[in-house]
């Protein structure tokens, strides 16, 4: 009987073997030296606020231990092998990959979040420690006296929480600066299950991320080609989906729900202006809808093209915006009113008659998009922009 070579390789490995623990503050002293870094076609950070505490909660005060980690070790550094390298955060792209580099597969998000309360990250300025409450919530008003930050309490620098409980008269008793600092310590000493493996393959990564990620949202293969981009120049992150999402909620919107959205709908709204920009007209199947996205042609673009389609549609989304405050219209919280009325300012940059505006106001008022097969989607787009 034939038995695969290969079968008997892998049946002599063993990579449970390539395991061991970390403190949370070493990884975190790791990342602030990018010694601990992301390959190019991981995501930004995606976690919510909330998501965030829930984590910190679960480090705080649950009797098991968190998920392992998972971390890709460089040692072939051949640019045509090794997978390009970006920080944590920032995601700048590192020019060199140093033998040994290690490059975070699995666990961006929670090594996120503890990093960025590490180093007292803006994000986590509304998430404070309730001392009444014994958890992590999240506090975007005045902080009560019993409150004290995460980024001040878990402080890459030990004199940080004593300077602030001695400047706040609530905090200084003997007795609440003894528990802070046990609860500090508890989080410098916990640690992290690190599962290594080396020289994996970009393709092989992919494989062990999917694995790991089954049971909940993955990473599309879409969403790593725009990653990639960052080797041109082009972080559509951090230039455009996130830019997005921020004048959308700052406008008093939140249709991003489920996670995927966050990417999905801003790419849907680049739509016409890639028309705009390729044929100078609209084709049927280019709604500004997530069904009708065209991540393949976008991604093909000269990193020119690309930033030229995301300052036309930023500034289309922000025409829109104004529009609905301008009229008092009423805010629907579904990304077709915005993507739709973002498109027709494409299309007709050089502003319109009062006429149209009337024309615009009464579509806007009457259009409904409830249980619409993308097919009908499509002709309310047509015929909004023949108005």
């Known amino acids: 009987m034939n038995i695969s070579k290969s079968l008997l390789a892998a049946a002599n490995l063993n990579p449970t ?63 045509n092998y090794a997978v390009p390298q970006v920080s944590f955060i920032e995601r700048e792209l590192l020019p060199n990959t140093m033998r040994g580099q290690m490059s975070v597969v699995d666990g961006q998000q929670r090594l996120t ?105 993955r990473v599309s293969i879409i969403q790593m080609r725009f990653s990639k981009l960052k080797a041109h120049g082009i972080d559509i992150y951090t230039q455009y989906t996130s830019i997005y999402r921020r004048k959308v909620l700052e406008h008093g919107y939140d249709y991003f729900t489920p996670q995927k959205t966050n990417v999905s709908y801003p790419i849907a709204a680049l739509n016409p202006s890639y028309e705009l920009l390729i044929s100078g007209k609209h084709s049927n199947n280019f709604a500004p809808i997530s069904s009708d996205t065209k991540e393949s042609q976008l991604c093909n673009l000269t990193p020119e093209k690309l930033q030229e389609c995301f300052r036309t549609t930023l500034n289309a989304l922000d025409e829109a915006l104004q529009f609905i405050e301008d009229n008092d219209l009423k805010k629907h919280n579904r990304s077709d009113y915005i993507n739709y009325l973002l498109g027709y300012f494409v299309f007709h940059r050089d502003g319109i008659t009062d006429e149209t505006k009337s024309k615009l106001v009464k579509w806007y008022n009457n259009v409904n998009f409830t249980n619409k097969s993308n097919t009908a989607r499509r002709k309310i787009y047509t015929d909004l922009l023949a108005l």
Not at 62 to 70: L, Y
Not at 131 to 149: A, Y
């Open 17 to 79: 073997k390539n395991s061991r623990q970390e403190y949370i503050f070493t990884l975190c002293e790791n990342i602030e030296r990018n010694e601990l870094t992301l390959p190019l076609y991981q995501r930004d950070m995606s976690w919510t606020l909330q998501k965030c505490v829930e984590l910190l909660n679960y480090q705080l005060l649950n009797k098991s231990p968190i998920s392992a980690i998972s971390i890709n070790i460089i040692n072939n550094t051949d640019p």
């Open 113 to 217: 979040t503890n990093f960025k309360a590490y180093c007292n990250h803006p994000d986590l300025k509304n998430v404070v420690l309730d001392l009444g409450k014994g958890e992590f919530v999240i506090n975007p008003e005045s902080f009560r006296r019993n409150q004290i930050p995460v980024g001040i309490l878990f402080n890459k620098d030990d004199s940080v929480l004593i300077d602030y409980t001695n400047k706040h008269k609530a905090l200084s008793s003997p007795e609440v600066v003894s528990s802070l600092l046990q609860i500090r310590s508890k989080i410098k000493t916990y640690q992290y299950t690190i599962n290594f493996a080396t020289d994996l393959s970009e393709d092989e990564q992919i494989d062990w991320f999917e694995v790991l990620n089954n049971a909940g949202s």
